[in-house]
């Protein structure tokens, strides 16, 4: 089955033009299979020519999720199969996933844009209320015997005109549900984003407030008009719009969303809780669930301590002591679980509120007061709070809003520890409010694009149970539609297959459960999970339809290369030096975390021996042939963000080279202009002494003409005009030392300003 953003342009239907959405024919070819597993399509006949695979250069996903590239190498991971099919089509070799197949069994991996949106939409903004997504296809009584299209025996169909239009009968047979689906879902995201909205207002307007007061205390005429309420600035929103945007941007703990998915045989189920009930979750596995799998995007610190032990505990007393299968080797000494860290794509202006929140409201000790209170609002745990505040007291940390919320916060690049972190202490806590500007925005296709890194944790245990924990809300697949999924609210794409990792996982096996998986444990399922986010960001889910990180920084380096032979302008090599070095920071940076992740990748391909059978070849979608893949995927990234560091590293150093060449020219240029100067030097001080002397005994002795006044008038006014224009002068080049002088106690902090 083709991937929508891979497919040739196709014209609009008449089904969709009537409804007035605009929604692109192609967007609802690929979106059709899930609104299909609920209402048959209607008028379709058994002789449709599927639809061919795309020219090469372009990918399709297998049917379990999986992608495979025709012509391009061992670039997408390894297939998942799809489930074996009754007696009378066993035989049956699937070689292309076509339309009507795919309708009959409702298992397109790449349909609807954010699985359990449905849900959302009609539940929105309440996070505690639960619906659950179950697979139906198998209710729909149809396999591919009943299509009447054998793959095995049919030749590689061909992308013809009349193919076109036997999609497009297709699609307008189900046109109308899949435009319902999309419009409901676009109301939701427009909702999302008009409160977003909303407290960007407030933020706003602190900022503002904020500004004012930095600029007020910097100016002495401002100061004694706010004195004197000659001219008033900006005022200060009210405590309610802060509180209520502080909370927006920094839920309280017991109000984190927690996304839960269960798999079992032939069924999947997913439905979102908060923090306040994750205690329950890993208590109520259902019987039929094989592995439930419960994420929180939570970043290391107190409340990610206490919710990792407490899982873990609770899965000894339930296993009689037994922790599951040890990653001896992926995980650190004496603790045999697994973490790596995530590099994901937000946005520039939304990361920027982000820290803005938190680092202005925290200056104002009333504000705090008031969320400290609620803090663990909404928590029905039966020993997570106790369990914080001991651990609180233990380490001697702090247990306010703001400490404990500081571990939502995204890394920037040059901030942070990388993999390996150790205890609540670990997590970041942010000095300033300011984002550093990436030279990645520099690619147009990057330009409101921030690079970030987050920390990612896996905990599992022995009764199929599995924890993951992370504040990685961004964009893991770069998509050319990148740029509005950026605009959407973090938790909109949060479960989006086309951006988000985690998303994109639990899509794999929605409709299929664990009957496609080479083990049915919970490590198995561990190791595809934790390869698949090892791998991104990339492009390869999309099939190459936007440019990858390191094609994104070629063109910023030849630029940067470019500038070196341009002509010399004053302060131009300083402005060119700092853009090498930004730029080389970056890519070091990212080089770093790769090179973590292809120790991380070796580490658990040994711990992946001890899950498998030594038995060889191994099937492509076993956990040894998904590491196979990821390290794959990786150290070609690797590879070429090297490269790139080299060639920067060589671009700066003949750019010294270039530079200390005109140096000397110009010296050579300086030394003949100070033999010039040197001369006419020796001319002035030979006669500036007989200038002198010649006009002051030149001047009338007896008294200033025309005045009574003598020459102690005279030199009275002049020294007094002297001396008030050099303090006036020394005053305006002194006047952020007077002004700290005078004001000590007024002035901002370096991390304020």
């Given at each position: 089955m083709t991937d929508r953003n891979e497919r040739p342009p196709l014209s609009r239907s008449d089904s969709n033009q009537n409804d007035?959405?605009?929604?692109?024919?192609?967007?609802?070819?690929?979106?059709?299979?899930?609104?299909?597993?609920?209402?048959?399509?209607?008028?379709?006949?058994?002789?449709?020519?599927?639809?061919?695979?795309?020219?090469?250069?372009?990918?399709?996903?297998?049917s379990g999720g999986g992608r495979?590239?025709?012509?391009?190498?061992?670039?997408?991971?390894?297939?998942?199969?799809?489930?074996?099919?009754?007696?009378?089509?066993?035989?049956?070799?699937?070689?292309?996933?076509?339309?009507?197949?795919?309708?009959?069994?409702?298992?397109?991996?790449?349909?609807?844009?954010?699985?359990g949106w449905e849900r959302r939409a009609s539940t929105a903004p309440s996070m505690v209320a639960r619906t659950?997504?179950?697979?139906?296809?198998?209710?729909?009584?149809?396999?591919?015997?009943?299509?009447?299209?054998?793959?095995?025996?049919?030749?590689?169909?061909?992308?013809?005109?009349?193919?076109?239009?036997?999609?497009?009968?297709?699609?307008?047979?189900?046109?109308?549900?899949?435009?319902?689906?999309?419009?409901?879902?676009?109301?939701?995201?427009?909702?999302?984003m008009d409160e977003m909205a909303h407290h960007k207002v407030t933020l706003d307007e602190l900022r503002s407030f904020k500004d004012h007061e930095k600029v007020r205390w910097q100016s002495i005429h401002k100061t004694l008009a706010s004195k004197f309420g000659i001219r008033r600035g900006p005022s200060m929103p009210s405590d309610e719009k802060i509180i209520s945007?502080?909370?927006?941007?920094?839920?309280?703990?017991?109000?984190?969303r927690v996304d839960v998915c269960d798999f079992g045989p032939e069924r999947a189920e997913h439905f979102q809780t908060t923090l306040g009930d994750i205690q329950q979750q890993w208590e109520t596995k259902p019987d039929w669930a094989t592995v439930r799998w419960i994420h929180a995007p939570l970043g290391i610190g107190l409340v990610h301590s206490s919710v990792e032990d407490l899982f873990l505990n609770d899965g000894k007393r339930r296993c009689n002591?037994?922790?599951?299968?040890?990653?001896?080797?992926?995980?650190?000494?004496?603790?045999?679980?697994?973490?790596c860290e995530v590099l994901n794509i937000r946005s520039q202006e939304y990361f920027q509120d982000y820290r803005d929140a938190m680092l202005l409201l925290r200056r104002y000790p009333h504000i705090t007061e008031k969320l400290d209170p609620t803090v663990f609002k909404g928590d029905k745990n039966q020993d997570l709070k106790s369990d914080i505040e001991w651990r609180a007291d233990h380490v001697n940390g702090p247990m306010g809003y703001w400490d404990l919320a500081a571990s939502d916060m995204p890394w920037q690049l040059d901030e942070?520890?990388?993999?390996?972190?150790?205890?609540?202490?670990?997590?970041?806590?942010p000095l300033s409010r300011k984002v550093t500007p990436q030279l990645l925005s520099r690619n147009p296709f990057f330009k409101h694009a921030q690079i970030v890194r987050d920390p990612f944790r896996a905990f599992h245990r022995a009764d199929g149970c599995l924890l993951t924990m992370s504040p990685a809300a961004g964009i893991n697949y770069l998509d050319k539609n990148m740029n509005d999924y950026l605009k959407e609210p973090p938790h909109c794409r949060f479960d989006n297959e086309h951006t988000s990792a985690i998303g994109n996982v639990w899509k794999e096996f929605s409709n299929t459960g664990t009957d496609t998986w080479h083990k049915k444990t919970v490590e198995w399922f561990m190791v595809y999970l934790m390869t698949e986010i090892e791998a991104t960001p990339n492009n390869i889910r999309q099939g190459y339809n936007a440019p990858s990180m390191q094609d994104a920084y070629q063109p910023v380096v030849q630029d940067l290369k470019r500038r070196r032979y341009e002509t010399f302008k004053k302060n131009e090599s300083i402005k060119l030096v700092r853009d090498y070095n930004s730029c080389m920071d970056e890519i070091s940076s990212i080089v770093n975390i790769l090179e973590h992740k292809v120790s991380f990748l070796d580490r658990l391909k040994k711990d992946c021996a001890g899950l498998e059978s030594t038995a060889r070849p191994l099937p492509p979608h076993s956990a040894t042939a998904r590491v196979d893949w990821a390290r794959t995927a990786v150290s070609d990234n690797l590879r070429m963000m090297r490269g790139l560091l080299d060639d920067l590293q060589g671009s700066l150093s003949a750019l010294f080279q270039l530079r200390t060449i005109e140096q000397n020219e110009l010296a050579i240029v300086a030394d003949s202009q100070n033999k010039a100067i040197l001369v006419f030097s020796i001319t002035t001080v030979i006669f500036l002494p007989l200038s002198f002397f010649t006009s002051y005994f030149g001047m009338n002795l007896q008294g200033i003409v025309g005045t009574s006044h003598g020459q102690g008038f005279f030199w009275t006014v002049t020294a007094s005009f002297a001396f008030v224009i050099v303090a006036t002068a020394a005053i305006l080049?002194?006047?952020?030392?007077?002004?700290?002088?005078?004001?000590?106690?007024?002035?901002?902090?370096?991390?304020e300003q």
């Open positions: 007035g959405d605009a929604i692109e024919l192609e967007r609802v070819v690929f979106e059709t299979a899930d609104s299909a597993a609920h209402t048959p399509p209607q008028n379709v006949d058994d002789n449709i020519s599927p639809l061919s695979s795309p020219p090469i250069g372009s990918g399709r996903r297998s495979t590239r025709e012509g391009s190498g061992n670039n997408f991971p390894p297939p998942i199969p799809e489930r074996e099919e009754t007696e009378d089509t066993e035989d049956t070799e699937e070689t292309e996933d076509t339309l009507p197949s795919r309708v009959a069994r409702g298992s397109d991996a790449s349909s609807t844009p954010s699985p659950r997504q179950t697979s139906q296809s198998s209710q729909l009584g149809l396999t591919r015997a009943e299509t009447g299209i054998s793959h095995a025996s049919s030749p590689a169909p061909v992308a013809t005109h009349d193919t076109l239009l036997d999609f497009n009968r297709v699609v307008a047979a189900d046109g109308a549900s899949t435009s319902d689906s999309l419009r409901e879902r676009r109301e939701y995201v427009r909702e999302q945007m502080a909370q927006y941007y920094y839920p309280p703990r017991g109000m984190v002591g037994k922790r599951g299968y040890e990653f001896k080797h992926g995980g650190r000494a004496g603790w045999p679980y697994i973490e942070g520890l990388g993999a390996g972190l150790h205890g609540p202490h670990a997590g970041l806590k080049a002194f006047r952020k030392q007077v002004y700290a002088y005078l004001w000590g106690n007024q002035r901002l902090t370096d991390e």
